[in-house]
């Protein structure tokens, strides 16, 4: 019902700056949080950046002060502006939003994922 499609990954060399987007469309009711994850071979799958509608953020440790995640609810995207990059934030990193489909009833959307491989 809701698609997410990233964009902006690719190949960089260390210190060097991405900015990802994400873009949901479809039957869009709500949206609510929305964040990034990433996933690196034969890693779990594990939580970048997110951000409330309001606007509230978190971020992992080891990107803190090296990427900023910012959203814009009028138009349902989301970006992940990644900064200082290293070998190890290589990874397929994936957009994710929770949708409310109802009083307290809530669906989570994965996009298709973008990969960012950082070379040293």
């Known amino acids: 019902q809701v698609r997410l499609v990233e964009s902006g990954g690719g190949l960089v060399q260390a210190g060097g700056s991405l900015r990802l987007s994400c873009a949901a469309s479809?039957?869009?009711?709500?949206?609510?949080?929305m964040g990034w994850y990433r996933q690196a071979p034969g890693k779990q799958r594990e939580l970048v950046a997110r951000?409330?509608?309001?606007?509230?953020?978190n971020y992992a440790d080891s990107v803190k002060g090296r990427f900023t995640i910012s959203r814009d609810n009028a138009k349902n995207t989301v970006d992940l502006q990644m900064n200082s990059l290293k070998p190890e934030d290589t990874a397929v990193y994936y957009c994710?939003?929770?949708?409310?489909?109802?009083?307290?009833?809530?669906?989570?959307?994965w996009g298709q994922g973008t990969q960012v491989t950082v070379s040293s």
């Open positions: 479809g039957s869009i009711f709500y949206i609510n949080a």
């Open positions: 994710n939003a929770d949708h409310q489909i109802g009083w307290g009833s809530e669906d989570t959307y």
């Open positions: 951000i409330t509608r309001g606007s509230i953020t």
